[in-house]
Every structure is written in C-alpha cells, then in structure tokens.
C-alpha cells in the first residue's frame, strides 16, 4: 500500500476540532477557517457573505492609484531579500515561536517562516538555526514553568498539526539535513491536486509545489484558491500562484501568458474530463478573481494583468474585457486598463522599473493619452489631479 495513501483521504467533517493533550487537559480547537463553518448559510443567502462584504471593500480600496502598495511591496521585498543568515533566522524564529499558542499551534505562522526559508537563498542555513534557537527557547520556558509545557519543534508540529501540514512541515526542517528521510515534491503536488484535501492545506503547500507545477496544475490550484476564498490569505496564495509564472526577475514569460490565457476563458467544470463530457462554466478564474480580490490582494492582481496582457492581440483583448465593468466606477481598473492598452511594452517595463512612483505615472504621456481616449479627457483629468493632490499630502 502507497505509505502516502492515507494522505488522499475525505476532508475533515465541519466543524473539525484539533484537539491536544497537555498536562492532561484536552483542547478542543477549530482549525478550519471560521467562514467554512456557515456555509449552509452562506450557500443558501441570495449572495454569499464574502462576495458581499468584498464587494463593500472593493469601494473603500480601488479609489486610489496603487502605487504605495507596489513601493511598499518592493521595499519590503528587498528588506527579505537583503537579510543575512542570523536576520533571516531571527525573524522566522520569532513567527515561529508566536505560532505556538497554549491550544495548539497556528499554522499560517508557522508556514509563514517555513515558506520564507524554502525561498530564501540563506533558507537552509537559517532553518537550522531557528529549529536550534527553538529548542533552546523551549528546554528555558519549561525550566521557568517547571514543567514540560512547550515542545521541542519536531515535537509540537508531530502532535499538533494533521497529517498533510506535519508532512509539509517536516520536509521544511529537513532542507537543514539535505532534505532526510522526506517526500518528493512531485507526490506532494499529486495529493494537493487529486487528493479531497482542505484547500486551507493547499495553500500552505503552494510555495513548495508552484516550482515544479505545470502551467495547468497552476491553473487548477488557482481554482482551488478562489473557489475557497474566505480571507486575504486566499488572494495572497491566489496571486503567489500567478506571479511564480514569471521568472525570478519578474520578466513576462511564454509560461506566464500561457498562464494568463487560459484563466481569461471560461473555466470548465472538470478540467480532467474529455470532449462533451466537459461542463463550460461561463465565469473565467480572472473574472471571479476581480469579484472577490480587494486591497493589496486585488492591486497585485492587476500588476500581473498588466505585465502579461501585452503578450498577444488576443489575450490583450480578453482582459481589457474583463477589466470593462469595473473600469467603469473604479480609477485602479481604469489606469490598469490604459496601461494594458499600450501598444509599446518598453512603456509599461519602465513604469513596473520605477515600481510606479507618482512622478513616473504622471509623467507618462503615453498612459495618459491611451487613459483619455478609452475614458474621456474629463476622467483623465481627474485621476491626474488626484496624482497631484497625493504629491502635495
């Protein structure tokens, strides 16, 4: 029997409580997002609590040119990138020693600082040393308690997490010990897309899989992620899926239009079944994604429409018709809009260069000239007053 099998299993029944043992008191804890534990409700409303409440911030959001967002997301990127080993290691051990909580452990914590490891070129060293630095920190607490309160790291995620999270959990650490006794990505990739997991494992998952994915398994865990949507974390595993179709310079590849053309067509029911079989479903992935996605998760969504729509005629066009009903009430959809309608790439390059300053925006003829002619001179007018009134603030 496959030792993995027990891996591809029914999701968890709802409500789901993890329950642990310390000191012999049982806890009793939902894991599961707590959005999940309506969804009869949710199903049964006229429209769900998530789409209305995101199209309600989708208002407060998308009034404003996005381009704090995308300086302080390339700020705090390079502050990552820049990090030495014993930066590196101080900042997951400190995610990972707040993941552990006197119920049990929280996992987007702890996957927060294994992820970053994983990407991380001092990863492997800096994973070792926060497994030490833990251990540490935990034989102190226990001294201090006098009793075995907190466990070594190994320990916690063996008793706390389920199955599937203490497998990704463990390979993590093992990246210290030239990845011992662990489990080929490739069968965790399998699992994640055939297997009924919680899609609230995939998303923990997706920084060690998204590597060796296929343009078509990005595009089925992409699916997964909005079709689960119940928090920011989704749009953030949903954009981390997009972006890792571009190389590490963030250039457009052919995988990345590759990508982009096929979440602009309508999606299909089963993307696993053949010919008449196959159930059109007339919502694409980008278009569910422009619906549910607000703030930060939404902008950077419209980043990678706009890096990537200029790849071919075709899909140019099919975005600019995905962008058209918001474009018509929100300014971020309609500066997004012109910029996808450039016509010269090099345009856009420089813009995504100057990680969209407020002086390169309202210095770019071109933008504003393609703005006027798809908006009217009236609108293009007022979105470049806005763009003076925030260099004046």
Same mark, same amino acid.
């Given at each position: 029997?496959?030792?993995?099998?027990?891996?591809?299993?029914?999701?968890?029944?709802?409500?789901?409580?993890?329950?642990?043992?310390?000191?012999?008191?049982?806890?009793?804890?939902?894991?599961?997002?707590?959005?999940?534990?309506?969804?009869?409700?949710?199903?049964?409303?006229?429209?769900?609590?998530?789409?209305?409440?995101?199209?309600?911030?989708?208002?407060?959001?998308?009034?404003?040119?996005?381009?704090?967002?995308?300086?302080?997301?390339?700020?705090?990127?390079?502050?990552?990138?820049?990090?030495?080993?014993?930066?590196?290691?101080?900042?997951?051990?400190?995610?990972?020693?707040?993941?552990?909580?006197?119920?049990?452990?929280?996992?987007?914590?702890?996957?927060?600082?294994?992820?970053?490891?994983?990407?991380?070129?001092?990863?492997?060293?800096?994973?070792?040393?926060?497994?030490?630095?833990?251990?540490?920190?935990?034989?102190?607490?226990?001294?201090?308690?006098?009793?075995?309160?907190?466990?070594?790291?190994?320990?916690?995620?063996?008793?706390?997490?389920?199955?599937?999270?203490?497998?990704?959990?463990?390979?993590?650490?093992?990246?210290?010990?030239?990845?011992?006794?662990?489990?080929?990505?490739?069968?965790?990739?399998?699992?994640?897309?055939?297997?009924?997991?919680?899609?609230?494992?995939?998303?923990?998952? #997706?920084?060690? $899989?998204?590597?060796?994915?296929?343009?078509?398994? &990005?595009?089925? *865990? @992409?699916?997964?992620?909005? +079709? !689960?949507?119940?928090?920011?974390?989704?749009?953030?595993?949903?954009?981390?899926?997009?972006?890792?179709?571009?190389?590490?310079?963030?250039?457009?590849?052919?995988?990345?239009?590759?990508?982009?053309?096929?979440?602009?067509?309508?999606?299909?029911?089963?993307?696993?079944?053949?010919?008449?079989?196959?159930?059109?479903?007339?919502?694409?992935?980008?278009?569910?994604?422009?619906?549910?996605?607000?703030?930060?998760?939404?902008?950077?969504?419209?980043?990678? #429409?706009?890096? $990537?729509?200029?790849?071919?005629?075709?899909?140019? &066009?099919?975005? *600019? @018709?995905?962008?058209?009903? +918001? !474009?018509?009430?929100?300014?971020?959809?309609?500066?997004?809009?012109?910029?996808?309608?450039?016509?010269?790439?090099?345009?856009?390059?420089?813009?995504?260069?100057?990680?969209?300053?407020?002086?390169?925006?309202?210095?770019?003829?071109?933008?504003?000239?393609?703005?006027?002619?798809?908006?009217?001179?009236?609108?293009?007018?007022?979105?470049?007053?806005?763009?003076?009134?925030?260099?004046?603030?």
């Amino acid at each position: 029997m496959d030792p993995l099998q027990h891996l591809v299993a029914p999701r968890r029944p709802l409500p789901s409580p993890r329950t642990k043992a310390r000191d012999g008191v049982s806890k009793n804890v939902f894991t599961l997002p707590v959005v999940h534990q309506f969804e009869p409700v949710l199903a049964s409303s006229p429209k769900s609590y998530m789409v209305a409440n995101a199209s309600k911030k989708r208002k407060e959001s998308a009034e404003s040119v996005p381009t704090a967002d995308i300086r302080t997301r390339q700020s705090q990127q390079q502050t990552l990138d820049t990090f030495s080993v014993e930066e590196l290691a101080q900042h997951c051990l400190d995610l990972v020693i707040s993941c552990v909580k006197d119920w049990g452990i929280d996992p987007d914590s702890l996957f927060e600082a294994l992820n970053l490891c994983g990407r991380h070129c001092h990863g492997k060293t800096a994973i070792r040393v926060v497994e030490e630095k833990f251990n540490a920190y935990a034989t102190r607490m226990n001294e201090l308690q006098g009793k075995k309160s907190v466990l070594t790291l190994r320990e916690e995620i063996s008793q706390e997490l389920e199955d599937f999270e203490k497998l990704l959990a463990l390979r993590c650490l093992n990246m210290a010990v030239d990845d011992a006794v662990t489990v080929p990505i490739s069968e965790l990739l399998h699992i994640m897309l055939k297997g009924n997991l919680d899609e609230e494992y995939i998303r923990h998952g #997706l920084s060690t $899989v998204l590597p060796i994915a296929s343009v078509g398994e &990005k595009h089925e *865990l @992409a699916r997964k992620m909005l +079709y !689960a949507y119940a928090n920011a974390s989704y749009g953030d595993a949903f954009n981390l899926t997009c972006w890792s179709c571009l190389d590490v310079a963030e250039n457009v590849t052919v995988e990345a239009a590759r990508f982009l053309d096929k979440i602009t067509r309508p999606a299909t029911d089963n993307d696993n079944t053949e010919g008449a079989a196959k159930k059109t479903n007339h919502e694409s992935i980008a278009a569910r994604a422009l619906y549910l996605l607000t703030g930060s998760q939404a902008v950077r969504f419209l980043q990678f #429409l706009a890096k $990537v729509a200029h790849f071919n005629k075709s899909i140019q &066009k099919r975005v *600019l @018709a995905h962008l058209a009903p +918001y !474009a018509d009430k929100y300014e971020m959809h309609r500066l997004t809009s012109a910029i996808c309608s450039l016509e010269d790439f090099s345009i856009v390059t420089q813009l995504f260069d100057k990680y969209f300053s407020i002086d390169a925006v309202r210095s770019c003829t071109a933008v504003w000239t393609q703005y006027a002619t798809l908006f009217g001179d009236s609108k293009s007018s007022n979105a470049m007053n806005d763009i003076k009134e925030q260099v004046e603030l």
